[in-house]
């Protein structure tokens, strides 16, 4: 029983790993048990409680602090001998640049984003350094490797859009909860209590008549007004006379059922906080994050659905504690799920509209987790995947091409498995990442800005984090540091113009070179002048296309939340998915296009160089092994010869 | 259930997995009582993700001490040796694991297993073995069947990249929500003396060779009185012998259990770090499961090997066994 030294693959290895959550912290853990010696950790994320379920190396009392710092110390305690590297950083920092990323042998990405892991994704490529990609969702979770020219990028699938809501379904004929918590969470509670600035949709309806002359007003609170009067006349706005104003327009309601409007005098008692309540009965103590609604109403249960009146009752009391005991804060906040008051406020006024469209109504655990867009997570699947990363990153370590998996792990057992490899896919010919193929790009030149350019197609879709645009040697547009004062300006000019007004007209037929310095990525786009766009179906005013993402995948739970959560416009939600690993992909039930593509194994020529962990043990075997000699239990290829799988030995 | 509430902690520390399996499970779990024994790498990685679940209690038993093998793969243990001098496995292990989640409790108890009476395995929910002998396994599952109260009984092994789960779950009745209704599933589980010796002829074609190879490595050991892992590659001929024999005995093709599977459990004694997080990972869910009643619990055995990357259930069972 001696022991095997950790193998000279690991031994050299330098890695990069990027996130220090729920799979960084069982993935960091695992490789300083297998015998890294040299780990880079990126993270910027704090710690907070709700990690501490499944993030391990982090306690109670290391809450607030950097999680890549923390989690080196508490690996360190079981392997001081290993060098941990941590960065308390975005990894879209300039400083992580392609040379950045040059010195490690391979990256491994336990990330809670799309727009980080499309950014790490670009570097690797760039920097020509493999990637091992993950995510988790509840039960569910994938790992992924991803080798430049070998198999395909992170980006050559399309990835599920997040789900985005017309304006419409949102202001005026919601259908599902969630329409009801955009609303009451980036509509209302923005009005209310966030930056008047803002342009808010809270009021614009089709062909209405209420200017905003006077629908500022009803919003601001009237001199001497009492809470409890400005409450009820808020309520009665929003829930009452809106949905009275929406339901004058007949045509809306022809095949939909019509929503009741509620006021506050049919659900509650007049005077209700005279009667019973008491202002003071939240304020045991004086710090504005522990104001609650539910404790003042008493309130115990998180799981439970309250009625309408209750719900009522909360809407009215957070408002009341609101301008009561966080005046201060009124006027700048946004939205933050740990934010209890404003969790409160939220359900109980996206309750109230649900009732009113006859919604069924949620609790505010549930609220919660669709308007903070939680994603569920158990320690068990972020362990498991861990393990699986390392598993791959051996291999490539190794070289060993040809035994790449992604691998899926699965809540129910498909073909009898729970955890299923599958043989990676060669490229995208067509991939704008990785192959550099031209997209184009619809759009009203007439209209659209460069600034409309630069955040719908170069931010969101293309994911650029410092964007450089350019009309054949002509700048249009950059973004960096070191720019001259009279650039900057130039820029900020160019953004506000309409693209057939820039100073190098963007017309029908230009071809437009989008790059990011920082990534590496060229992208050229070619542009088609279009005059009308569908305000339900292309939101956005513009349509790219050569490279297509799925359309957003609508979840069967409702319980399950969509990511990034937010309509098109102004009700954009900002919010970042939190310190979850979100999946892209949800194999449900996976059934693999085997002849649309060909596997790794057909196109590689890699000379079975590749000798795993195991593989090296038994080499000293002199016999001609068939190692996938089940493989037919794989249904990745309905080939049953395949003479590229059988691998051997020596 | 009875009505009674999460504490506001509880809500707050298990807020991302109550997302996933309720507030009922959650609570079910904070009721069980677990029981561990062998606390190999594998067995630390499935007592870190149950005291992170929020289990009501766990219980440790073993009485070695540390050597470089068990720390190679058990986080657990502290590499310092001025703290781990003159204590065993189980107490180092439960002095990391409180610091997980205190509302979980921690502790350990010395002793033989095989000598504890049905008294003390009573006071379980679940038992999980590890490292144990054929014996061991035996007798520790009898005693739990013999049990008024259900006791989910497992064991798990890991050898070089592969690991195994065997589950004995009794009578299992769950339900399950199909569309609105909810539907109850009744499963029969075999013990794991029924499970091992079903002809190996019955069982489907296309079982994972790791099931065979184990069970003749398990008989090669027991045969040599060898402690589960005291192999190496001078017993690689003998293991072969005994997998003659057992072919033999069962007609079964020997082909079917191939030599380089068996000389990497031979040799490879040591568990492989990244594997230990699977199979651990895999038998927390699982408990957590058979605990909770919710999600469908695998039955009855389970594999991983990494050199395939693929985690297969089989259900090995049989069919002429009363049950
Ligand atoms: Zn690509």
Same mark, same amino acid.
Do not use: A, W
């Given at each position: 029983m001696d022991s095997p030294p950790p193998l000279s693959a690991i031994k050299d290895a330098k890695v990069l790993m990027v996130g220090a959550g729920g799979i960084g912290c069982e993935l960091l853990k695992t490789l300083a048990l297998s015998g890294f010696p040299d780990i880079h950790i990126i993270d910027m994320d704090t710690i907070e409680v709700s990690n501490l379920n499944r993030q391990f190396?982090?306690?109670?009392?290391?809450?607030?602090?950097s999680k890549a710092k923390v989690a080196r110390e508490a690996v360190l305690r079981f392997r001081p001998n290993i060098s941990i590297t941590p960065y308390h950083a975005n990894v879209k920092d300039p400083d992580f640049n392609v040379d950045f990323f040059k010195q490690f042998s391979v990256v491994l990405n336990g990330l809670d984003n799309l727009d980080a892991r499309r950014h790490v994704n670009r570097l690797c490529l760039a920097a020509d350094v493999p990637l091992v990609e993950s995510g988790t969702t509840g039960f569910l979770g994938q790992v992924t490797v991803h080798l430049k020219g070998k198999t395909e990028c992170y980006e050559c699938q399309p990835k599920p859009a997040p789900k985005s809501y017309p304006v419409c379904t949102i202001?005026?004929?919601?259908?599902?909860f969630v329409h009801c918590i955009v609303w009451a969470k980036d509509l209302l509670f923005a009005k209310l209590f966030g930056d008047k600035a803002q342009d808010n949709d809270l009021n614009v309806r089709s062909g209405n008549a209420s200017t905003s002359d006077h629908t500022e007003d009803v919003f601001e609170r009237r001199k001497d007004e009492d809470i409890e009067e400005y409450g009820r006349r808020i309520y009665d706005h929003v829930f009452g006379y809106n949905i009275e104003v929406a339901l004058a327009n007949e045509e809306t309601w022809k095949n939909r059922s019509k929503p009741r409007p509620i006021y506050s005098k049919d659900v509650l008692p007049e005077r209700l906080i005279k009667q019973n309540g008491n202002m003071d009965s939240a304020s045991a103590t004086d710090n504005p994050s522990s104001v609650s609604a539910m404790a003042s109403l008493g309130m115990k249960n998180p799981q439970e659905i309250w009625s309408l009146m209750e719900n009522s009752k909360i809407f009215l009391e957070a408002l009341k504690l609101f301008f009561g005991k966080r005046k201060k804060e009124v006027g700048n906040l946004s939205f933050d799920k740990d934010d209890q008051l404003a969790v409160e406020f939220v359900t109980s006024a996206a309750n109230i509209r649900a009732s009113s469209f006859g919604i069924p109504l949620h609790s505010l655990f549930e609220s919660k987790g669709i308007a903070g867009n939680i994603v569920h997570a158990v320690a068990t699947t972020n362990a498991i995947i861990a393990g699986l990363i390392v598993i791959e990153a051996i291999k490539v370590l190794q070289k060993d091409a040809r035994s790449y998996r992604m691998t899926y792990c699965l809540e129910h057992p498909s073909k009898k498995m729970l955890l299923m490899p599958v043989e990676p896919y060669e490229?995208?010919?067509?991939?704008?990442?990785?192959?550099?193929t031209p997209l184009s790009l619809e759009i009203n030149t007439h209209r659209s800005t460069l600034r409309e350019f630069v955040d719908k197609i170069v931010k969101a879709k293309l994911g650029m984090n410092l964007p450089l645009i350019m009309h054949g040697s002509a700048l249009l547009y950059e973004v960096g540091d070191d720019l001259e004062e009279d650039m900057v300006t130039n820029y900020a000019a160019n953004l506000e113009k309409v693209l057939s007004e820039l100073p190098s007209p963007v017309t029908s037929g230009t071809l437009l070179t989008v790059e990011d310095l920082q990534q590496e990525l060229t992208c050229n786009i070619s542009i088609k002048h279009r005059e009308e766009f569908d305000e339900e179906k292309e939101p956005d005013g513009m349509v790219l296309s050569g490279w297509t993402p799925a359309p957003a995948v609508e979840k069967k739970d409702e319980n399950h939340v969509d990511n990034g959560v937010g309509t098109s416009k102004n009700i954009t939600n900002a919010e970042q998915v939190e310190t979850n690993e979100d999946l892209e992909i949800v194999p449900a039930d996976i059934e693999i296009p085997a002849e649309k593509k060909r596997k790794l194994s057909e196109i590689s020529n890699n000379d079975g160089l590749g000798t795993s962990r195991v593989a090296a043990k038994t080499n000293n075997h002199s016999k001609v092994q068939d190692l996938d000699d089940d493989d037919d239990v794989v249904f990745i290829s309905g080939g049953d010869s395949d003479p590229s799988k059988k691998r051997k030995l020596h | 259930m009875d009505g009674e509430e999460l504490t506001q902690q509880e809500t707050e520390l298990y807020d991302r997995q109550i997302r996933v399996w309720g507030v009922d499970a959650q609570r079910r779990l904070s009721k069980a009582n677990v029981l561990v024994c062998g606390m190999t790498g594998t067995v630390a990685e499935f007592c870190k993700n149950i005291v992170l679940a929020g289990v009501g209690s766990v219980t440790l038993v073993d009485d070695g001490v540390v050597t470089e093998a068990a720390l190679s793969a058990n986080f657990l243990i502290p590499p310092d040796e001025s703290v781990s001098k003159g204590r065993t496995l189980a107490e180092l292990c439960c002095d990391s694991l409180? @610091?997980?989640?205190?509302?979980v409790r921690v502790s350990v108890e010395k002793g033989d297993i095989s000598s504890f009476g049905e008294d003390f395995f009573s006071k379980f929910d679940v038992v999980v073995i590890s490292s144990c002998s054929l014996a061991t396994k035996k007798l520790i599952n009898e005693k739990c069947r013999r049990l008024l109260r259900r006791v989910a009984f497992y064991t798990v092994d890991c050898r070089d990249s592969c690991g195994e789960i065997f589950v004995d779950l009794q009578n299992y009745k769950y339900t399950k929500k199909k569309v609105d209704e909810a539907v109850e599933f009744e499963l029969k589980y075999p013990s794991f003396e029924e499970a091992i010796t079903t002809p190996w002829k019955r069982l489907p074609r296309r079982m994972a060779r790791l099931y065979f190879a184990m069970r003749v490595i398990e008989k090669f050991e027991e045969a040599e009185g060898?402690?589960?892992? @005291?192999?190496?590659?001078?017993?690689f001929p003998g293991v072969m012998k005994k997998r003659q024999e057992l072919c033999e005995e069962e007609s079964f093709n020997e082909s079917q259990i191939p030599d380089y599977l068996l000389e990497r459990l031979v040799v490879g004694t040591r568990e492989f770090p990244p594997v230990c997080a699977v199979i651990g990972g895999i038998l927390g869910q699982e408990v957590i499961k058979a605990i909770s009643g919710k999600g469908d619990p695998l039955k009855n055995f389970f594999f991983f090997d990494a050199f395939d990357g693929k985690g297969i259930i089989e259900d090995i069972s049989n069919p002429d066994a009363a049950s």
């Open positions: 190396l982090f306690r109670q009392k290391h809450v607030g602090q202001t005026s004929t919601p259908s599902k490229p995208n010919k067509s991939c704008y990442v990785c192959s550099e | 409180v @610091e997980f989640n205190s509302m060898r402690k589960p892992g @005291e192999t190496s590659i001078l017993d």
